[in-house]
């Protein structure tokens, strides 16, 4: 009997221990997990927060090319059409507003000259006429009806002249110098802008007429970004905002523009807008006009 109480109290013992173990190794594993989560919202509080996606979405990025205004790009014709003889410009050369920069030759030219050295004659047989009946009546001499004619003959004289002088103007010779009798065949081409001449379609000695383009010039000091802006951000573009603006082939080349203008009306075969912005500061390396741009608006 005394036996058997002692093997229940052992069991009692041992059972007692191992309740104690579990208990132990319970509190050691909530206190590692404790530590753990303290850890983890430390390593969370230091780490970079993520961008916040409703600002990342206020940025709008917009592509397109480097354009000119019309009135910065020129094709040069001629105003009568006739045979090269002389070409004063190359390709890349700077050239003034005004300035010649071909010659054409046209025989017709001289009939046109020699119209108005008959019209100056004329003119001044004209005034000759009307300043002698002009004497004429002032001394009670003449006839009225007579006054009357040669005013008229003056009148439509000097009209003549006044006329073939400016279609000689025209055509870029002085009809000062064809009164004197200095008759040319030459028909000069000036440019109607300054800037840089880009391709000459001409050479020596090659027909043209008024509807050849001897060469184009450009005026590139005025270049500006035409981007297109899909119709989700128009909302988000408005007239005055700066756009950091890259090269899309050449990224390196960065540089800021401000949008000074904003089409009406979608472009035909897509739902965009075209954006125009004025490049602030022209960059170290040269843009030229038609280059693919790459812009973002902050």
């Known amino acids: 009997?005394?036996?058997?109480?002692?093997?229940?109290?052992?069991?009692?013992?041992?059972?007692?221990?191992?309740?104690?173990?579990?208990?132990?190794?319970?509190?050691?594993?909530?206190?590692?997990?404790?530590?753990?989560?303290?850890?983890?919202?430390?390593?969370?509080?230091?780490a970079d927060q993520a961008p916040d996606i409703n600002k990342t979405s206020n940025s709008v990025r917009m592509t397109g090319k480097l354009a000119l205004d019309?009135?910065?790009?020129?094709?040069?014709?001629?105003?009568?059409?006739?045979?090269?003889?002389?070409?004063?410009t190359r390709e890349g050369y700077r050239v003034g507003r005004g300035q010649i920069v071909a010659y054409i030759e046209n025989t017709e030219v001289v009939a046109l000259q020699r119209q108005y050295i008959a019209a100056v004659s004329e003119r001044s047989a004209a005034r000759l006429e009307?300043?002698?009946?002009?004497?004429?009546?002032?001394?009670g001499a003449g006839v009225q009806k007579t006054l009357q004619q040669a005013e008229a003959a003056y009148a439509m004289a000097n009209a003549s002249v006044l006329g073939i002088g400016r279609q000689l103007r025209q055509l870029g010779v002085n009809p000062s110098s064809v009164s004197l009798g200095r008759i040319t065949t030459l028909i000069p081409v000036s440019s109607p802008i300054?800037?840089?001449?880009?391709?000459?379609?001409?050479?020596?000695?090659?027909?043209?007429?008024?509807?050849?383009?001897?060469?184009?010039?450009?005026?590139n000091v005025n270049l500006h970004c035409d981007m297109k802006a899909f119709e989700k951000d128009l909302p988000k573009v408005r007239i005055g905002q700066i756009v950091n603006v890259s090269l899309t082939n050449s990224p390196m080349v960065k540089f800021r523009a401000r949008i000074y203008d904003i089409n009406s009306t979608f472009d035909d075969g897509s739902k965009s807008i075209t954006v125009h912005a004025k490049i602030i500061k022209q960059p170290e390396s040269k843009l030229l006009p038609d280059?693919?741009?790459?812009?973002?608006?902050e």
């Open 1 to 46: 009997m005394s036996r058997y109480i002692v093997m229940l109290f052992a069991i009692a013992v041992l059972a007692s221990c191992g309740n104690g173990k579990k208990e132990g190794v319970s509190e050691k594993a909530k206190t590692e997990k404790a530590d753990d989560e303290a850890t983890e919202e430390k390593e969370s509080a230091d």
């Open 70 to 88: 019309p009135q910065n790009r020129a094709d040069i014709s001629p105003i009568a059409g006739g045979v090269v003889r002389r070409i004063l």
């Open 130 to 139: 009307l300043n002698r009946q002009i004497t004429l009546t002032s001394q």
């Open 194 to 219: 300054s800037g840089i001449v880009g391709k000459i379609n001409i050479s020596m000695g090659s027909y043209v007429d008024m509807t050849t383009s001897l060469m184009t010039v450009v005026n």
């Open 291 to 297: 280059m693919f741009v790459t812009g973002t608006i």
